[in-house]
């Protein structure tokens, strides 16, 4: 087992990007937010062979386990102890529910579409978010969520100027959006798609997350998402524009109470 520093990080991230998709989160975290990232490689001959990331710049830590069934328990001696979210692959989860006995936990179907496969649904009520109105008005829209948090004006204002983030408009009232929070040539990573419980089915979501998939599709070779497996109208969305199901994740809640 190696701990990840500047002296191996380059040898890693060639092991990674072999397959970018896969290890999106490693791939990007280690090069773009290395502060936030520690990260443990399992190494056999000369190979990487799995590893786990704890990336402590959100709420609460996030930790990928990336590994074959037989190395779970010996990366796992990594994990915080408490309060913390681990995104993993099916096979590993019975050794993570034999440590950690009361976590809850959730299948998240994994989404990819490739540049020139999407339907994109247009309209005049869609526009990129950038302003601090529209911080204001994002920052309004979240307060109706009852599982995340809205964080401040200011927090939204950040969030719109550093990831490209849409909203669909009605009569100046931001109705839903959706972003992405994740760039690389490679593959952007959507999320937050979210539509004010009032104006559901309308198609909302539709535009928003149409809107930010031509925008990654522009820019990178594929766009990725994550989205809980029971979560019909949001699979409904994906699949509208064209998004197919690529793999199962599992999100294991230890102890922090958040679902995907
Ligand atoms: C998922 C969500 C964003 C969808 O927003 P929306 O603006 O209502 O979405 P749209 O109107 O564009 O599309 C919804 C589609 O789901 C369909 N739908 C609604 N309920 C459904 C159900 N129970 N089963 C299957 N499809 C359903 C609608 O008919 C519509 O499809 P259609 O256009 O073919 O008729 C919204 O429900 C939401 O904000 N949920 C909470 C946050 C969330 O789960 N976000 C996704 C995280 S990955």
Redesign the pocket.
């Known amino acids: 087992m190696e701990k990840v520093d500047e002296n191996n990080k380059q040898t890693v991230i060639n092991f990674l990007k072999v397959d970018v998709i896969k290890h999106v989160f490693a791939v990007y975290d280690l090069q773009h937010d290395p502060n936030h990232t520690i990260l443990y490689a399992a190494f056999e001959n000369s190979e990487l062979k799995g590893y786990i990331l704890i990336y402590t710049a959100l709420q609460f830590p996030s930790v990928i386990l990336e590994c074959k069934k037989d190395l779970a328990r010996q990366l796992m001696e990594y994990a915080p102890q408490n309060h913390f979210i681990i995104h993993t692959s099916p096979e590993t989860l019975p050794i993570i529910k034999s440590k950690f006995k009361n976590a809850k936990t959730y299948i998240e179907n994994w989404m990819l579409i490739k540049r020139g496969r999407a339907n994109f649904f247009m309209s005049n009520f869609v526009r990129r978010l950038h302003s601090e109105n529209d911080a204001y008005k994002l920052f309004t829209l979240l307060s109706s ?1 009852e599982d995340r948090r809205a964080g401040t004006v200011e927090s939204n204002l950040e969030l719109i100027c550093k990831m490209p983030t849409y909203g669909v408009f009605m009569k100046d009232e931001l109705v ?1 959006y959706a972003s992405s929070f994740l760039q690389l040539p490679q593959v952007w990573m959507i ?1 937050g ?3 004010h419980p009032n ?9 928003a997350t149409s809107a930010v998939t031509e925008e990654a599709l522009k820019n990178a070779e594929s766009a990725a ?4 497996s029971d ?4 699979i ?2 994906y699949k ?1 524009i064209g998004y197919q199901k690529i793999g199962e994740k599992i999100w294991v809640d230890v102890g922090t109470g958040l679902k ?1």
């Open positions: 969520r839903s999320g798609v979210y539509t104006h559901r089915n309308k198609g909302y979501a539709t535009l998402l994550f989205v809980r979560n019909y109208p949001a409904r969305v509208k995907p």
